[in-house]
């Protein structure tokens, strides 16, 4: 499962087959809800216009900085002090996680609005970027897709956001061509 900050990035959805289809998954009722309980989003309801409008500004944000770490530039100062004003306007709460089979240390909404919701995902991408490796967020390598990938294998070596789906069309693909090519 990618993290938080990288799956809001891939809301907005694009046909790995090529068609041009997109799709702002923000939008989508099901999708959102089922992003929201991985946040801890502890309200009812679903966003009203205007948060659904802060989670897209959020989204904007982290693929800009993803992309100047993925292309090892310094994240843009004005870029800093937004993510920094998004995790000052909310508290969140730190809870201790039982996780495998040992402890962390989690966070958890406070209040149940947006504002805590963009501070989840917020830390989750700033975490990245104090602790984790950003030289290790990548693009997917299908052109049509161009999904944001963190690359935990051990190797480096991960190119594709799902080697199933558009890894083997790539490959398919290219050996298509060379058949094509060869006759």
Known sequence: MEPLWADLINSDWRDHLGSGRREDRIGNDAWLRRYLARTGWSSDGLPGDEE???LRDLRELLRRMADAAR???AAVGADV???NRILAAAP????????G????????PGRG??????AEIALSFANLLAE???TRIKRCANPDCGWVIYDESRSRTRRWCD???CGNLIKVRRFRARQRAHR
């Open 52 to 54: 659904r409008r802060s």
């Open 71 to 73: 292309e090892g530039h």
């Open 81 to 83: 002090a937004a993510l």
């Open 92 to 99: 969140v709460m730190l809870r201790l996680e039982r996780v």
């Open 101 to 108: 089979g040992a402890w962390r240390l989690g966070t958890a």
């Open 113 to 118: 609005k947006v504002d805590d919701v963009r």
């Open 132 to 134: 984790g490796d950003p």
């Open 163 to 165: 080697a199933k789906e």
